[in-house]
């Protein structure tokens, strides 16, 4: 089954011969940093070798949250929520953002300290966190759930948006503002001048540039591999379905360790597994097996590990490519795994068992998607310095839809030089190479 239905977006036929910065990805993510720099008089060109928003960007669950996040990401999620705030009537589009609250159940007294623990970290930031537990938290939950549950951590200042709707109203508003936006123009390669860079060399022609932003998520790393730069990424599956429209289930989002749910625009709901992930064994698993180690220590009851087809079609992967000939980014336009039918069924029959109201709710579609992860899960939004003029925005790790809009104003920032928004340095490029063994902060 095909992957959800993104808004429709026809990008521009005529490719521009120069720009100050070029874009590489049409997710949230590139759309955000393409719209921060158009708004600020800075042209530029925003290249998606698919379509707008069609790979993770348009898969993920939908939750705007700073809540349980890693503390490195915390004071970037709150900035990207006072964007969210405002964006649709920036844009003068509908990307569905609504703050409706977000709930992370404590099923037992270890859980519960666990988030007591994480709600202390938000006290700074305006989201009203707090444990609920007995009445307090039965009236924020459908009313005859089965939940047998200690408390939960609960932040009305959190909420959700709409995926299929986000990085396209993001990047019309892009579009508005100056910037060139190609769909179905993969990026080859880049060029150099003086040792910076001064081009990019796309399926479509050239385009001369002074800068470039890297946004390509799950492809990243084979970009990064054509330049000559390692960057540490791997792929991870989440599976999603959505219902038709139903009545009496809850406003906020709520997680599980069995299931999870947010509310649609439509009326229905997105629900996935609270934990479970598939990861292909790959090459790319082989040669960042010591990078994604304590990785793997911390998550593995929330993996699958497979060993499949994937492997040898990724060892067929070339890592360098002349540029006047096709990359791999224009033989594959999206990503489009098959959802995991089991892992879904159980999450949903948990949701029934909880919740019994989602009895007569209708599967209406199931998807999958590929998250682009990190050795320490934190993003990388930094410059390169081995490659000067090229900046790099991916590897969110599963949290990039919320904090995208925050992430693209941190990149533009980077990109033009001006004083960032938040200190950028736990996202830096380097700490891959310079000794700082960067690994997950448990519990997050």
């Known amino acids: 089954m095909p992957g959800p239905r993104v ?34 008089g800075h042209s530029v060109a925003l290249c998606e070798k698919g379509g707008i928003g069609q790979e993770q960007s348009s898969r993920n669950w939908g939750w705007v949250r700073i809540s349980r996040r890693d503390p490195r990401e915390l004071a970037l999620m709150a900035s990207s929520i006072d964007i969210w705030r405002g964006l649709d009537a920036r844009l003068g589009r509908a990307t569905g953002y609504t703050r409706a609250g977000i709930l992370f159940a404590c099923e037992n007294a270890e859980r519960y300290a666990e988030h007591q623990r994480a709600c202390a970290q938000l006290a700074p930031f305006d989201v009203g966190a707090k444990m609920v ?17 200690e408390g939960a951590l609960y932040t009305p200042g959190d909420g959700r948006a709409e995926p299929q709707w986000a990085a396209p109203a993001i990047a019309e508003g892009a ?15 880049i060029e150099r001048t003086a040792g910076r860079i001064g081009a990019v060399v796309t399926e479509r022609g050239r385009i001369g540039c002074d800068a470039v932003v890297l946004a390509g998520g799950a492809w990243s790393g084979l970009f990064c591999a054509s330049l000559g730069l390692r960057l540490p ?19 906020a989002a709520l997680w599980s360790e069995d299931f999870a749910l947010r509310r649609r625009a439509d009326g229905g709901y997105s629900v996935a597994s609270g934990h479970a992930n598939i990861a292909d064994i790959v090459p790319d698993s082989l040669r960042y097996a010591r990078d994604f180690s304590a990785a793997l220590r911390q998550e593995w ?13 990724e060892l067929r992967l070339p890592r360098r490519w002349a540029l006047d000939e096709a990359s791999p980014f224009e033989y594959c336009r999206t990503l489009d795994p098959h959802p995991s039918k089991r892992q879904l069924d159980r999450a949903f029959s948990r949701l029934v068992e909880a919740f019994p109201l989602f009895a007569r709710a209708q599967v209406a579609q199931r998807w999958a998607g590929c998250i682009d992860v990190t050795p320490d899960a934190v993003p990388v939004i930094s410059p390169v310095d081995d490659v000067p003029g090229l900046h790099i925005a991916t590897g969110f790790s599963g949290h990039g839809f919320g904090i995208g809009p925050g992430a693209g104003r941190l990149v533009a920032d980077l990109v033009v030089g001006v004083t960032p928004l938040v200190d950028p340095s736990p996202f830096r490029f380097s700490r891959f190479s310079d000794g700082s063994r960067p690994e997950p902060i448990g519990g997050f």
């Not at 537990?133 to 549950?149: C, I, K």
């Not at 990424?233 to 406003?251: C, D, F, H, W, Y």
């Not at 009851?301 to 079609?313: E, K, P, Q, T, Y």
């Open 133 to 149: 537990s007995g009445g307090e938290l039965d009236r924020l939950l459908p009313s005859g759930h089965r939940m047998a549950l």
């Open 301 to 313: 009851r929330s993996l699958s590990l497979r060993l499949g087809w994937r492997f040898l079609d």
């Open 7 to 40: 808004t429709t977006f026809h990008g521009d036929e005529t490719l521009p011969s120069h720009v100050e910065v070029v874009v590489i990805g049409g997710g949230i993510i590139g759309a955000s940093a393409a719209l921060e720099l158009a708004e600020r």
């Open 175 to 189: 579009r508005e503002r100056g910037a060139a936006v190609l769909t179905e123009c993969a990026v080859r390669g």
């Open 233 to 251: 990424q791997l792929k991870v599956i989440n599976s999603v379905l959505r219902t038709a429209p139903l009545e009496g289930g809850p406003e």
